[in-house]
């Protein structure tokens, strides 16, 4: 069954036995964030965090209780997403793309339930007063102080929102996007909205700047777990992350309209922050902030969020997220986008027999990639597409091997690539745009990548020399040893190697 907001979710953590309750009074100001990193350092990503008695910057008691490190497990993903494992999503997506109407009457009605599921994604637009709007403060009533936000690391510029769905529109098309974007809290009702150049909030942002318009936006923060994992998703600007999450979830998304613009809120939010921006304003100083990089990334210029609205439940719950040096509770939320996206990649490079984006290579700096190779220069075929492709475009190292190679496990990966590669030979150089977080590039959001082909050398590639088999013991020997096993005294067996 989905789950439809926060609370259920956090129940449901707690029946799986993953919910930690701090009872203890604990200060948002980097004291939250020290005790989550090193829940998040911990095997297996560590459990999920209440901390019921959050300390504010003035010392009071905030009556909000903060959530941590709700999505960092493989299970605590899978619950929130809705499957046993992440590649079923995959394989309910494959199924929808490989959709043909089939002969005959019996497999166009076999056909019909597969159909009515998507009929059922679109999000509901819901009357009445939703639980996100139970309480409503307008104007001068807006005062973010109270509100448990976290400092996180010692150099940060102040206050984030760090686990929030960005809505806005797109002006011309009416086509709605959701976002996760950190967002700096400057005052009791202004905000630093971070959303990097290549992001589709950004975009939409410089088309309602042209028209010289004021951009409504609405920060939501929580509501069906599903919806929250949509807004990082890299999905294509045309798709509404809420039709995602529907399908995610099996169950439409409830919404409502804004108390004080036309955008719709996740209905069973716990909290939603309604605001503009008004182009004619100057940008704003946001950062520096301990980023995912490791790295503080340093201050700059973003657009001043003036603050319309606050609504949220009578009892909310404030859900936060820390980043840092990895791997952290975002290695999850991407480790699901790299698990889903692995058959739409397919259609365009088909063949892709699996990638990973490994937690130190904070996703952009490293993707190994494995292929079904057919023909010389392939390899160099895959990594022009791959830099083609959405967010894609940004990974800095890429690292093509043959399809036997396990690329989830970033050891065999390095292995095999090591071995396999002549430098000169098989790495490449190319120009490119880099992430906003790339400290190291020549310019900002632009600079180089670097391809390696590390698949094995073909004749037609130039390569004369005979190329070695892998070593692997032979299958009688293995069987024998597994008897023998349990009369040697050495104790538990362990794995057979690959
Ligand atoms: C915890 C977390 C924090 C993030 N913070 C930002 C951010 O501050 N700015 C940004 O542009 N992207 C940020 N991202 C990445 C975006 O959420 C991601 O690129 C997503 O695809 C953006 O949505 P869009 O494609 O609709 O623009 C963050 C992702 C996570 C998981």
Avoid at 356 to 362: E, V
Wanted: proline letters at 9%; glycine letters at 8%; hydrophobic letters at 40%.
């Amino acid at each position: 069954m989905a789950l439809d907001n926060l609370r259920e979710m956090l129940a449901e953590i707690e029946r799986i036995g993953e919910l930690v309750r701090i009872a203890e009074p604990v200060r948002t100001r980097l004291e939250i964030a020290e005790i989550a990193d090193r829940v998040m350092k911990s095997p297996g990503g560590g459990p999920a965090l209440l901390f019921e008695h959050p300390l504010l910057d003035d010392g009071s008691r905030s009556p909000m209780p903060v959530a941590i490190n709700l999505f960092g497990s493989m299970r605590r993903i899978c619950l929130a997403l809705g499957c046993e494992r992440l590649d079923d999503i995959g394989g309910r997506i494959s199924e929808l793309l490989e959709l043909k109407v089939p002969d005959g009457l019996f497999g166009k009605l076999a056909m019909l339930p597969k159909l009515a599921e998507i009929a059922k994604f679109p999000p509901r637009v819901k009357g009445g007063r939703p639980p996100c709007q139970e309480v409503v403060q307008r104007g001068d009533e807006v005062n973010l102080d109270g509100i448990p936000f976290l400092t996180t690391w010692p150099g940060d510029g102040g206050r984030y929102i760090t686990l929030p769905m960005v809505i806005t529109a797109d002006p011309e098309r009416g086509t709605r996007n959701v976002g996760m974007y950190r967002i700096q809290v400057l005052g009791r009702n202004t905000l630093a909205m971070h959303w990097q150049r290549h992001k589709v909030g950004a975009a939409h942002w410089r088309a309602m700047a042209a028209r010289g318009e004021r951009m409504p936006v609405v920060i939501a923060l929580g509501g069906d777990p599903a919806s929250i994992y949509s807004g990082s998703a890299p999905l294509p600007p045309t798709i509404d992350e809420f039709i995602f999450a529907g399908f995610l979830r099996r169950a439409p998304v409830e919404l409502a309209k804004a108390v004080s613009s036309d955008l719709d809120v996740p209905a069973e939010a716990e909290l939603v922050i309604e605001g503009y921006i008004d182009p004619a304003e100057p940008l704003v100083r946001e950062g520096p902030f301990g980023d995912h990089t490791g790295f503080y990334s340093l201050a700059d210029d973003y657009p001043l969020v003036r603050v319309t609205a606050v609504t949220m439940r009578r009892d909310p719950i404030y859900p936060a997220t820390l980043v840092g040096r990895p791997p952290m509770e975002d290695y999850y939320l991407g480790h699901a986008t790299e698990r889903i996206f692995l058959p739409l990649l397919r259609l365009t490079v088909p063949e892709i027999v699996d990638y990973h984006m490994p937690a130190p290579g904070i996703f952009h700096n490293l993707v190994f990639v494995s292929i079904d190779k057919q023909y010389p220069g392939q390899a160099w075929k895959v990594m022009h597409a791959l830099w083609g492709q959405g967010l894609m475009a940004l990974a800095k190292v890429l690292v093509v091997v043959d399809r036997e190679v396990n690329v989830q496990d970033p050891d065999e990966a390095w292995w095999i690539a090591l071995n396999n590669i002549d430098p000169e030979r098989d790495v490449r150089f190319t120009m490119g745009p880099m992430d906003v977080l790339d400290h190291s590039s020549r310019a900002f959001t632009y600079g180089s990548k670097m391809g390696i082909d590390a698949t094995r050398k073909w004749k037609e590639e130039g390569f004369d020399r005979e190329w070695p088999d892998l070593i692997r013991m032979d299958e009688a020997t293995r069987r024998r040893v597994d008897e023998l096993w349990p009369r040697l005294g050495i104790g538990l067996r362990p794995p057979r190697p690959n």
